[in-house]
């Protein structure tokens, strides 16, 4: 198959780990073009987006016969940005990846598969995003393995919706213990966004690493 991977995120973690499907894809013998911009996108059988932040038109969607987009929640729930981030936030260690057609609304297609990660409570932001990148490749193989017999199914339930966090979402309250603040400390990204606090009238960086 002719098939085409974008991640148009500069700072996605994507990047990181690309190179793994890529070689896969080929090794499997798939015809694989990697992109990092909506404008170099050209026809091919599918078109999987990878932490992406455009919202392609119908004609840009026309150009793959599957336009498929991985997200990180148990869609209809946790639409929106950084799905997987909010949810260890709120307490979760089990996390969901959806991968569903692409349409011109925000997470809105049909769901083709859904799978989950489970971790266990002390994983830092590299090990977390390494998890979800592997799930993300299992589904995209699935989906391949699987293919022409893919049978999606419209999101049912109520939906909600995530905020984009930004760097002030990494800041430390405190007077709040280490404790209580771990799955923050366990989600920043030490050089993209690492935790800080404020005393005095002093700003104070943290970086968190794991003792092998």
Known sequence: MKITIMVDMPDSFFHKYIRLIINELKHQNHVVRFCTNVDDLSTGDVLFLLGCRTILSDEQLSQHKHSLV????????????????????????????????????????????????????????????????????????????TYPNIKPVKQKGRSSYYPKRTPKDSELDINKSIREQFNLLRVVDNERYPAFFHYGNHRYILKIYKKN
């Open 70 to 145: 991985i997200h990180p929640s148990k869609l209809p729930e946790g639409k929106g940005s950084a799905a997987l981030i909010w949810k260890i936030l709120e307490g979760e260690n089990t996390l969901f990846i959806s991968l569903f057609e692409a349409t011109n609304k925000i997470d809105g297609g049909d769901i083709i598969f859904q799978d989950k990660i489970t971790l266990k409570g002390y994983e830092l932001s590299d090990e977390i995003r390494y998890k979800q990148a592997l799930k993300s490749f299992e589904l995209i193989f699935k989906f391949l393995d």
